[in-house]
C-alpha cells in the first residue's frame, strides 16, 4: 500500500479518495466509530510497518509507545516463561496488540510480538493520539472511549479466566493440600 | 526465503547509520550555508511560535491545510506591517541619528578621557592602561568591518526574513510528511523507540521556543512601556532590540540594556535619563528572572545551570550569537536522547539477562 503522493497545492484542494487504510482502520474496533473525514485525518498518524518472518515486532520488557494493527499477516505473542517461549496466542489480519502503551506512561511490554510470515503492521503511537486530542478533541475522545471500551472488556475476560480456573482449582483432588 | 539473523542485524545496523547520516548532513549543509540554515531556523522558529494557533483553527472544525495558510497569510501581514514600521521609524530616527553623531561621539570621547585622567590621577593601576585608545580602537575597527559588510548583511537578513514565512508554511502543512519519510529510514527494531525520542525532542523544542519567545515579548513590552514613560528616545525600537537580545541566555539582558544606556552617555542633553533607563531594565529583569523564567523556561529546560552555562559557552566559541541561541535547545535535545538511549541499553541488557 503505497502512501499517496503529496504536493503542496493540490494537496490544499484534494477530494476525498477512501483508501485500503481507511478500510482497515474503520474495521478497528478502536476505529469504527469515526466519521470518513475522521478517518482520513486518521490516515495521516499511523504508520505502516512491514515485518519479515521472525522478525521481532517488540520484545517482552521493551519501553512501549503504541499499539500495533495487523493488516496483514500473522503475529504470535510470546512470554518467557521457566520453561522457555511460551506461545500466548496467535493474532491475524484486523487483530490488534499493544494498545495499553498508549495510556500507560511508563508500559513495559508485558510480552513478545514476533511476526510469523512476511506481515504488515500499523502502528498509531501515544504522541500521535496526543496529537489527535489537541487538533481534533471530537475525534480523540471517540478513540479513547474505544480504547476503556476494549480494555473493560479484557479485564472481565481475564476476571471470568481467573474465576474458572480458582473454580476448578477448589474442585481439585489437591485442593486441600494447595490451600 | 528468510533472512539469517546476522544478515538481518547487519542490515538493520546500515539503515540506522544510513538514516544517522541523513540528519547529520542535512545539519552540517543547514550550518555550513546561512543562506539555508538562517531562513529555516527562522521558519522553523516561525512555524513552532503559530502552531498552537493553527491546533485551536482545527479544533474549531478547519481543515489542516486552510488553516495553515490563514494563519501564514495573517502572519506575514502583520509581520509586514511590523518590518514597514520598524523601517520607516528606523530610517526616520537613523537620519537625525547620524547628524548627530560625530558631535556625541566627540562629546563621549571627552567625557571618557576626561574621567581615564581622573581614575589616572587617583589609582596607579589605571596609569599603565588606556582605555580611551582601546575602545577607539575597537570602534574604528567595527566601523571598517561595518563599512565593507553592513550592506551585504542587511540584504541577507532582508532576504532571510521574506523566506521564513514560506519554509514555515511548509513545515506546518508537510513537516509531518518529512517526518514521516524518514521514519522509513529507520529499521523496525529502533523504529518505536526513535518514534518516542524524536517526538520527545520535538516537544522540548517546541515548548522552549515558546516559552522563550513569551520571554522576550513580556521584556519587550515592559521595557516599551517604561522607557516611554520616562522619557527615553527611541523608545519601542530599544525595546525591540531589548527582547530579541533576552532569547540569548545569560548576557542577553546586559546586551538588551546597552544600546539604552549608550544614548545617555553619549547625548550630555539626556544624561538625566541614565538612572531611570537603568531601572526600567532592572525592574523587567527582575520580573523575567523571578516570574517568567521559572514559571516557563526553567521546568523546560532542566539542566543545571553550570551546565548551561558551559553549554552556552561552548555555543558561542563554536557559532557566535547564533551559536548562544542554538546551544540551549541542542542540549535539551542531546539530553533527551541520551535519557532514551540509556533506558534502552538498560531494558536490553535486563533481556539479555533474564534470557
Known amino acids: ?179 | 526465503m528468510a533472512k539469517s539473523p546476522e544478515r538481518s542485524d547487519f542490515r538493520d545496523r546500515v539503515r540506522l547509520v544510513f538514516a544517522v547520516s541523513v540528519v547529520l548532513g542535512i545539519g552540517a549543509v543547514l550550518f555550513a550555508l546561512p543562506a539555508l540554515g538562517m531562513p529555516t531556523l527562522l521558519g522553523g522558529v516561525l512555524a513552532i511560535a503559530s502552531s498552537p494557533i493553527v491546533a485551536w483553527l482545527e479544533r474549531r472544525g478547519f481543515a489542516r491545510g486552510f488553516s495553515v495558510l490563514l494563519v501564514t497569510c495573517v502572519g506575514a501581514a502583520v509581520f509586514a506591517g511590523v518590518v514597514t514600521w520598524g523601517l520607516a521609524v528606523l530610517v526616520k530616527q537613523w537620519d537625525g541619528f547620524s547628524e548627530r553623531f560625530p558631535v556625541l561621539f566627540e562629546q563621549a570621547v571627552g567625557r571618557l578621557r576626561a574621567s581615564e585622567e581622573v581614575w589616572r590621577s587617583k589609582v596607579a593601576v589605571f596609569q599603565s592602561l588606556h582605555i580611551t585608545d582601546a575602545l577607539l580602537q575597537a570602534v574604528s575597527g567595527s566601523k571598517a568591518w561595518a563599512a565593507s559588510n553592513a550592506a551585504r548583511v542587511m540584504g541577507d537578513a532582508l532576504v532571510w526574513t521574506l523566506l521564513a514565512p514560506f519554509v514555515a508554511f511548509v513545515l506546518l502543512k508537510d513537516g509531518s510528511l518529512v517526518l514521516r519519510q524518514f521514519y522509513a529510514l529507520i529499521p523496525n527494531r529502533y523504529f518505536e523507540e526513535t518514534v518516542m525520542v524524536s517526538s520527545k525532542i520535538l516537544e522540548a523544542l517546541a515548548l522552549y521556543v515558546r516559552a522563550k519567545l513569551l520571554e522576550g515579548i513580556v521584556v519587550g513590552v515592559i521595557c516599551g512601556v517604561g522607557l516611554a514613560a520616562v522619557g527615553a528616545p527611541y523608545a519601542w525600537v530599544l525595546a525591540l532590540i531589548a527582547g530579541v537580545t533576552n532569547t540569548i541566555p545569560y548576557v542577553g539582558p546586559i546586551v538588551g540594556a546597552v544600546p539604552a544606556l549608550l544614548i545617555p552617555l553619549f547625548d550630555a542633553s539626556q544624561a538625566s535619563l541614565l538612572w531611570p533607563i537603568l531601572l526600567v531594565f532592572l525592574v523587567a529583569n527582575v520580573i523575567d528572572s523571578f516570574l517568567v523564567f521559572p514559571l516557563f523556561v526553567a521546568q523546560v529546560v532542566d539542566l543545571h545551570p553550570l551546565v548551561l552555562i558551559a553549554v552556552v559557552m561552548v555555543g558561542q566559541s563554536a557559532y557566535g550569537v547564533i551559536g548562544m541561541l542554538l546551544s540551549v535547545p541542542l542540549a535539551a535535545s542531546a539530553k533527551v536522547v541520551g535519557q532514551e538511549l540509556y533506558a534502552a541499553l538498560l531494558s536490553r541488557r535486563m533481556r539479555a539477562r533474564s534470557n
Request: hydrophobic share 40%; net charge neutral.
Open chain 1, 1 to 179: 500500500m503505497k502512501p499517496s503522493p503529496h504536493f503542496l497545492f493540490t494537496d490544499l484542494f484534494s477530494r476525498y479518495k477512501r483508501s485500503p487504510l481507511d478500510e482497515i482502520l474503520s474495521q478497528n474496533i478502536l476505529f469504527s466509530t469515526l466519521s470518513r473525514r475522521e478517518l482520513r485525518s486518521l490516515r495521516g498518524r499511523v504508520y505502516e510497518r512491514t515485518y519479515q518472518p521472525n522478525e521481532p515486532v517488540f520484545e517482552q520488557g521493551d519501553r512501549g509507545f503504541g499499539m500495533y494493527i495487523i493488516a496483514k499477516g500473522r503475529v504470535a505473542i510470546q512470554t518467557h516463561a521457566v520453561e522457555g517461549e511460551l506461545q500466548v496466542t496467535t493474532l491475524g489480519p484486523g487483530s490488534f496488540f499493544g494498545e495499553l502503551a498508549l495510556i500507560d506512561p511508563e508500559n513495559l511490554r508485558s510480552a513478545r510480538a514476533i511476526a510469523q510470515e512476511p506481515s504488515v503492521l500499523i502502528g498509531f503511537f501515544k504522541a500521535d493520539l496526543l496529537d489527535l486530542l489537541e487538533r481534533q478533541p471530537d475525534t480523540g475522545v471517540k478513540v479513547l472511549f474505544q480504547l476503556a471500551t476494549v480494555l473493560g472488556q479484557r479485564l472481565l475476560e481475564s476476571t471470568e479466566k481467573i474465576n474458572l480456573l480458582w473454580g476448578a482449582k477448589q474442585g481439585s483432588p489437591y485442593y486441600g493440600e494447595v490451600a
